[in-house]
Nanobody, 122 residues
Framework: QVQLVESGGAWVQPGGSLRLSCKAS????????MYWVRQAPGKGLEWIST????????TYADSVKGRFTISRDNAKNTLYLQMNSLESEDTAVYYCARSPKFTMVPSEDDDRGQGTQVTVSS
């Protein structure tokens, strides 16, 4: 079955960096768009970034543009999110998800992982 397993979340001080990973299995990874979303305490899902099947097209939410970088390694069936210049507002559970098409809107119809916690605090 489809599995998406996120890792790399941690506590980090403001200004720090983290790299999240999302290991995919159970489907043909290189035929799906992939994206990251996050959910802060008491808030809804926020779309962060989407990457195309081949990795050549990427788009970002304004809140993370210039600080976060999405990438993928289709040979390893893995999606990444490099997060730099982290701010307290980035504190959230981060999820990866797959989509058969380009999207900037999280959908309950898209398979999603269990999430990894990122806490930015001094």
């Amino acid at each position: 079955q489809v599995q998406l397993v996120e890792s790399g979340g941690a506590w980090v001080q403001p200004g720090g960096s983290l790299r999240l990973s999302c290991k995919a299995s159970g489907f043909t990874f290189n035929t799906y768009w992939m994206y990251w979303v996050r959910q802060a305490p008491g808030k809804g899902l926020e779309w962060i970034s989407t990457i195309s099947v081949g990795g050549n097209a990427r788009t970002y939410a304004d809140s993370v543009k210039g600080r976060f970088t999405i990438s993928r390694d289709n040979a390893k069936n893995t999606l990444y999110l490099q997060m730099n210049s982290l701010e307290s507002e980035d504190t959230a559970v981060y999820y990866c998800a797959r989509s058969p098409k380009f999207t900037m809107v999280p959908s309950e119809d898209d398979d999603r992982g269990q999430g990894t916690q990122v806490t930015v605090s001094s």
